[in-house]
């Protein structure tokens, strides 16, 4: 499975992030902390607007649904508190989705992580790093990390996770997600192998974020 | 064996089964929800039954329904439970009641005070804050001469509109009618979600009664922090106004670091300790006990 990331490549926002996972392709990006509209303020924490644009055509409920699955992940993550009466954008624009327009589980792991880089690149304190793996379970029963179109067309169930990482190692799940038909045996499964994944795709992470610190520094006089 | 229906009642407690035998064997005793009361069906060894339990605290009280009033009512449906009702009266006599709880909402040492039918029709308007009302607030913003608040609950009758739920509108955060997804304010989401909560104003001079040209809002609250006041007027008809004038009066709950931090205790009128760190933070504070 590919995966590439580069961070800071649009200019006229705080935060930016793209994410090139194979099929998929996805544009994230922040702006905040900046001035909310008075319906959104919040006495004591930041508010969250958090929009989400497909390859093709206007949004609709597939991506509202999207928006309030990212929106459970980053508000758990993001240090609301330091931005009290302030709002955080996270915008993210699906380039390629690679997938069918019933299935969501490779655009959902794609924006999780490409907003994470966009949130490091825009400065935005968060409580805890985080990555994202899809997997498919085929009819046979085995499990695909980052399936292709294809196999995920022929899977029996898809599931996105989201795994919370301390220390370079994944800890504690921020969400998971199953669509289709599947076992409690199987999410478990599901859950381990993203585990050893979602560690994987940190560690190529880790190389995006030291080129840009490197790229974002003056290291010598 | 008749089970005998409590006379004071929380909410979720069972009030009595839909049907009761009586000593007399050809009479059977039917009841039907009314205010504060819901049917519900539940499972006891393995049988389901239908039972009417109550979703208030308050007193119960038993109404018997008189057949005729039934009568006027039409309709197929209505024709058919009247058919199949006749065919149960063949073996047993009827007799319907209505079970209904009646919240304690007023003078709870005044016992002839609290039957009123017509208050008690709507949980929404009997807890409206009124003049004079003792209420729990949650501070949303301050500027020099004012305090903003949301009123969340009246003082012994409960909150101001009732909780749906945490989540039930999407995840996260989200402000009164805000934007996209979420609304999530734990105490009244019916209202939030409409950008309709009931909003309340303390004046830097209702902040405390002594020095009260000396008060500093931002030394009394902080957003986040809740607050019990009591409503001194109706206001300008988009804000309650509050006072916390009075030693029982102020900040009650609060969390150091505008929110952020560990809860705080009084330890004295104008000071509150964070338990974790130790911090000391100016408050106006409520008298505990």
Redesign the interface.
Known sequence: MTLESETTILNRVDGSASLDAGETKVISSVSGPIE??A???????S?????IRADIGVSNTRE?LL???L??I??QVII??LF??QLIQITSQVLESGEDREYTSKELSAIVNSSYLALIDANIGLSVSFAAQDIAITESGELIAGPTKEQLRSSKSSHVVVYAIENGEPSNILFSDSIGTFTEDEVYRVLAIAKQHTGKVHQKFRKTLQEKVEKDFVWSV | MSIEIPSFTVPGQPLCPTLQKTKDPKLVHKFEPGNGAILQQVEINNKKTSIISSTLVGKVQIEEILEDEKETTDGQDEEESKNSQKEDNEEYNIKKFKISVIPNLKNQYNEFDFINKETTNTNFATNLPKEGDIVLS????LNLKQAFVEILAVEGSGNVLTDSGIGSN?????????????ATFSIHQASSDL?ETFKGIIRSQDVRSTDRDKVKIIESFK??DIIRAQILSLGDGTNYYLTTSRNDLGVVYAKS????GGLMYAIDWQTMVCSKTGELESRKCAKPF
């Open positions: 909310p509209k319906r959104q303020e919040l006495p004591t924490t508010a969250l607007e958090v929009i509202k928006e309030d699955k929106r459970a980053l508000s609301g508190h009290p009466r | 949650r501070v949303t913003k999407g995840h996260g955060i989200i402000a009164p009618g805000g934007g996209s997804g979420a950008g957003p986040g670091y505008n929110g952020a």
